[in-house]
């Protein structure tokens, strides 16, 4: 094996990146931060700030008008890519916490995108089995629980349109993947996830270094 890049992201080199990237706006940099003082012990699960606009680029990269989220949490990912839709484009976001997702409705609200989310406050797997079984789905972002994922991954297939794309966030784990130790349930879901997705051969996808590992995922 020949490791091409050997760039270590210190703190500094985050900045850097993010300082090239495009900035967060009021709204999003106001949910960032409500979320990691209300709820210190779990902001950990709010998507990365880098990917927020990464989120937002594939919208627009694809065309996306219908898109489904599973795992919402106070909605910073929401928003990023509710800003990023049509006037008439719309996000289901599935989730199961009221208390969560109270926050991403203020914020929605407050960008003036609230029209294009439609939050499911249930069990993902039951939303995605009554939606319409046609390909219709342009993108879909799964960061949710891990032991479901293959259960969500086949759902979203075959309701995603051919050229649609899912992104699986969190597919390195904390570096879990590559440790056979690390026998949680957690860790294991999302090693036979990433095998899963491997091995299907409706799509065609990458892993990707960024944040804590992100799959993206297109249909053929």
Sequence with gaps: ???GNTTKITDELYQYVLDHNPPLDAVQRGLVATTYAKFPDVAGMQSAEEQGPLLAFLVRLTGARHIVEIGTFTGFSTLSMAQA????????????SEEWTAYGREAWAEAGVADRIDLRIAPALETLKAMPAEP????AYIDADKQNQIAYWEELVPRLRTGGLIVTDNTLFHGTVVDESADGAAAAGVRAFNDHVSA?????SVLLAISDGLTLSRKR
């Design 136 to 139: 219709y789905i342009d993108m």
């Design 85 to 96: 839709l049509p006037a008439d484009g719309r996000i289901v976001a599935c989730d199961v």
């Design 200 to 204: 299907d051969t409706r799509m065609e």
């Design 1 to 3: 094996m020949t490791k």
